[in-house]
């Protein structure tokens, strides 16, 4: 069974960057397209991001477009999810989740099959 592993998360200043990774030892990813998502306390999980199987599309929500940068290399099979100019509305726990999916251009937030157990990133002074 697939497993993803989320890395990267930490304590990091207004402004700051993190990146994350999801990786899936053992597993080819170039198969599943994958989204990033995250749950801030006290609120629902939202997607932030998704990219297709072959990398080709990506997609971001509103909130991150411009800050937030989802890339994929799978001769590694890891996922990465550059965050710039972070706020404390980023805090959060983020998780990565997988879908086989045929297409190589396709990628969204709905029927991800595999999750990781998240990475907390915490933006405060």
């Known amino acids: 069974q697939l497993q993803l592993v989320e890395s990267g998360g930490g304590l990091v200043q207004p402004g700051g960057s993190l990146r994350l990774s999801c990786a899936a030892p053992g597993f080819t990813l170039a198969y599943y397209f994958i989204a990033w998502f995250r749950q801030a306390p006290g609120k629902e999980r939202e997607g932030v991001s998704c990219?297709?199987?072959?990398?080709?599309?990506?997609n971001y929500v509103d909130s991150v477009k411009g800050r937030f940068t989802i890339s994929r290399d799978n001769a590694k099979n890891t996922v990465y999810l550059q965050m710039n100019s972070l706020s404390p509305e980023d805090t959060a726990v983020y998780y990565c989740?997988?879908?086989?999916?045929?297409?190589?251009?396709?990628?969204?937030?709905?029927?991800?099959?595999?999750w990781g157990k998240g990475t907390l990133v915490t933006v405060s002074s």
């Open positions: 989740a997988a879908r086989r999916y045929a297409s190589s251009t396709y990628c969204g937030y709905y029927g991800l099959d595999y």
């Open positions: 990219i297709s199987n072959s990398g080709g599309s990506t």
